[in-house]
């Protein structure tokens, strides 16, 4: 199948209005946390909507938020695969770099979500998991995402979605039990 062909365009703009521009949100919102930056989140769904766009033809239309979730997680690693350095020569050199400005790593984008919208000791809490964890958590917890949608994210099995989020709330709970949200201090 030829993509110029004008003939074929009606249909696949029908399809890509019906199934795709209803995601749109839901997948600026699943960038915005795997980025942590707005300018690359943007960047990653223009990229998911192109590919999107080109493969709607052999879509079969059931699920299309997985289908598309599933098509930002490959080109979200794409890209990064793509940004990935050549080899390097000498290890030692970039074991003894220091940064710029102090700071030594760049925090997560869960780290960064979690640092600007919680409670200090929530924030500690969800911080504190394991990132498996933290993913699981955020991503049906927070931004409301169902468990194969989280899974098509993260590329588990639902099960695995399943298991690490009540791993996560349960450690966020003990975590919280001697905390001010807990007993009622929140001011």
């Known amino acids: 199948m030829n993509d110029s062909q004008p003939q074929d365009s009606a249909p696949r703009k029908a399809r890509f209005r019906e199934w ?12 915005q946390s795997i980025t942590a930056n707005r300018a690359d989140a943007e960047d990653l769904v223009q990229e998911t909507l192109l590919r999107a ?12 938020r997985a289908w598309l979730l599933t098509i930002l997680r490959h080109t979200n690693a794409n890209m990064h695969r793509r940004q990935r350095p050549g080899t390097i020569g000498d290890w030692e050199l970039i074991r003894a770099a220091q940064p710029a400005f ?15 919208r919680l409670h200090e000791d929530l924030a500690a809490a969800i ?8 993913a699981a958590l955020i991503l049906v917890d927070v931004h409301d995402l169902s468990y194969g949608e989280t899974a098509a994210i993260m590329g588990v ?4 979605v399943m298991s690490r989020l009540s791993r996560a709330r349960q450690r966020v709970r003990t975590s919280l039990r001697s905390s001010s949200l807990v007993r009622g201090g929140l001011s």
Do not use: C
């Open 20 to 31: 795709v521009e209803p995601e749109i949100e839901v997948l600026l919102r699943v960038a």
């Open 53 to 64: 766009y080109r493969a709607v033809d052999r879509f079969d239309g059931r699920h299309p």
């Open 102 to 116: 102090g700071r030594s790593e760049l925090p997560s984008a869960e780290d960064s979500f979690v640092d600007q």
């Open 127 to 134: 911080r504190a998991l394991d990132p498996r964890f933290r």
């Open 157 to 160: 099995p639902v099960g695995t």
